[in-house]
């Protein structure tokens, strides 16, 4: 069946990601043991329930100040946070833009509101444009309540963005999050480290 959707992840796929870095953040504002927090593909504790829409970005900032020393600020979590991020090269936001000459493309993320909203939303300006300019449509964890690998997410991205998964491709550094998706019926490729997404797709 003929190939009509693109469906990206963001993270280690169009964004790039250092984890040690968010790490060294938090242990740098008092945060006990961060690593702890963060797995190779997901998170934990007040993380993953952020991530996954379980929690509010006042609950995570509650629940993470628990561990942290008084009188630390949500400016200093979120920064801390949001150097998980190192950022997108231009010529991916270019290559998306071309992609959208032959193919619906889409973005599956598991990610955060504090994220979302500040270095995610203001990496895509890059061009002078807009994240909503780069995607026929986005589909995030919290706003699905779900995370993947999960069913659940799957399915919901089906439904939010109308798409077949015989006539899609998903794209994602998780062998494991592929696997799911393939389940469902999607064709996959999977973006290795140190690989491009234009490499695979040509």
Request: charged share 30%.
């Amino acid at each position: 069946m003929e190939i009509k959707n693109l469906l990206f992840d963001l993270g280690g796929v169009i964004m790039d990601i250092k984890k040690e870095n968010c790490i060294e953040a938090f242990r740098s504002i008092g945060l006990r043991n961060p690593e702890d927090y963060f797995g190779e593909f997901s998170q934990k504790g007040p993380f993953m329930l952020l991530e996954r829409g379980d929690m509010s970005t006042d609950e995570f900032h509650a629940a993470l100040r628990r561990d942290l020393p008084p009188g630390t600020t949500d400016q200093q979590i979120d920064h801390a946070f949001c150097r998980f991020l190192t950022g997108i090269p231009v010529e991916r936001l270019k290559q998306l833009r071309q992609l959208r000459n032959n193919y619906k493309v889409y973005m599956l993320s598991n990610t955060n509101p504090i994220m979302w909203n500040s270095t995610i939303k203001d990496e895509f300006t890059k061009e002078g444009m807009h994240r909503e300019d780069y995607f026929d449509g986005m589909v995030t964890s919290f706003a699905a309540n779900s995370l993947k690998p999960e069913e659940k997410i799957f399915r919901y991205a089906i439904e939010h963005l109308g798409i077949k998964p015989e006539e899609t491709i998903f794209l994602d550094d998780s062998a494991v999050n592929l696997e799911a998706a393939a389940k469902l019926g999607f064709k996959t490729a999977l973006v290795a480290p140190g690989t491009e997404f234009i490499d695979i797709i040509k």
